[in-house]
């Protein structure tokens, strides 16, 4: 009787395992194929890149589950349903400078808008309570819930919602049939739930921002902006034309009106984008408020004790704070202002990328305001209740540098 050895057994198993030259190539082939097949999945499902064919497969999706649990809103029949209505869905454009996983574009008929999705994120709070013996949801009553809402805006924003303002920011429907009218119910929760479509609604009025058209479920739609006309050569090219140059001013004082506007309803952006500026109807205003907050909501965010360093742990994106160096907290509420924001960010930009008014037609006298804008240090651009902010002394000198460029400039072209 012969016994098998250890290498015996290897040998018998290598054997058992080998395969020829054409499986190992098929083999090869089937594991390329099956990366090549997660790679563009992931692509497409990214949350950080946008690409057309992945926002055709989020709507995709959204609408398979409208049509399997139900939603509320008028849009879904169109956007949804077997409407004769083409829709076409792609990535924002411009893009966004900072990426928005749950925003896209799209063109219905010949009316161009943008979607947001509005996902729960870590803070989500749900609205119903399930009993542990039936195992059955119990949700507020329609009053119960406008209750609800109202503390949870005036807990979060400080705003007391009048009682026309709450029927637009609720979008209930279907009242008179439990089962949908709780699908209303929680679809109208998420919606309250998201920064982005509060704003939108708290200001509406405003003309600050984008209007909401309309919405399915936790989707909604917002007007699309004419972005404001810069391309990379013009904004970061030395030289300019006159007529660019003219524009570049223009654009420049209708952004000073517009902070100003943000300052007197008490608004703070800590992100700006100059492509997120579109022009409708005459009207300047910004289609992206996921980093713009009123000052209560943010003070209140920047101010909460969180453990610092440094300066740099208690910012946030470019709302500026401060440490406690004695206890080591973030207990400062925001130190600079819109003003400074814009000056440094959008019109003085940096040696890499110059801003909008940094050109070889830049006047000294409006570059040393600018410099003095977008980093004030002396008390006379200081602005008093903001120690990193620029004053409204110095806001209107550069304003009133700019309107004379401006009328000097359209005299020049004046025939």
């Not at 019109?347 to 006047?363: A, D, N, Q, R, V």
Request: charged share 30%; net charge neutral.
């Amino acid at each position: 009787m012969h016994l098998l050895t250890k290498n015996d057994c290897l040998k018998g198993l290598a054997r058992k395992v080998r395969f020829s030259q054409r499986k190992r190539c098929y083999l090869v082939s089937l594991a390329v194929a099956a990366l090549v097949v997660y790679f563009v999945y992931k692509n497409i499902t990214s949350s950080f890149h946008c690409y057309d064919s992945g926002v055709e497969w989020k709507i995709n999706k959204f609408c398979k589950r409208y049509k399997n649990v139900g939603s509320s809103g008028y849009m879904c029949s169109d956007l949804c349903g077997n409407s004769n209505v083409y829709w076409d869905f792609r990535c924002p454009d411009p893009p966004l400078e900072l990426h928005h996983p749950n925003r896209f574009q799209t063109k219905k008929l010949d009316t161009t808008l943008n979607i947001i999705v509005t996902v729960p994120n870590e803070n989500y709070e749900k609205l119903f309570w399930v009993d542990s013996y039936y195992r059955k949801e119990h949700y507020p009553t329609e009053t119960e819930y406008e209750n609800i809402v109202k503390r949870y805006i005036s807990n979060k924003y400080n705003v007391d919602i009048p009682f026309d303002k709450m029927r637009t920011l609720l979008r209930l429907g279907h009242k008179h049939r439990e089962l949908f009218f709780h699908q209303s119910m929680r679809d109208s929760w998420n919606l309250v739930q998201n920064h982005e479509y509060v704003m939108l609604n708290l200001f509406d009025e405003k003309d600050l921002f984008p209007y909401i058209a309309e919405n399915c479920g936790e989707m909604f739609v917002t007007e699309y902006l004419n972005a404001v006309e810069f391309d990379e050569e013009h904004r970061y090219g030395s030289h300019i034309d006159l007529d660019r140059w003219r524009y570049h001013i223009k654009i420049a004082v209708l952004i000073l009106d517009y902070v100003s506007e943000l300052e007197q309803h008490e608004l703070q952006m800590c992100h700006v984008d100059l492509r997120r500026f579109g022009i409708n109807n005459n009207r300047l205003k910004y289609d992206d408020v996921r980093y713009l907050f009123p000052e209560y909501t943010i003070n209140r965010k920047i101010s909460s004790g969180t453990q610092c360093a440094s300066d740099d742990d208690c910012r946030f994106m470019f709302c500026q704070s401060e440490c406690n160096r004695e206890k080591h907290r973030c207990e400062s509420t925001v130190l600079n202002n819109n003003v400074q924001i814009v000056c440094e960010k959008i019109f003085l930009g940096t040696s890499g990328y110059p801003g909008i008014l940094i050109t070889h037609k830049t006047p000294d006298r409006l570059k040393e305001l600018l410099e003095r804008c977008a980093r004030p240090v002396k008390d006379r651009d200081v602005a008093r209740a903001r120690p990193r902010g620029t004053s409204e002394e110095l806001k209107k000198l550069l304003y009133n540098e700019l309107t004379n460029i401006y009328e000097k400039l359209a005299a020049i072209n004046a025939p």
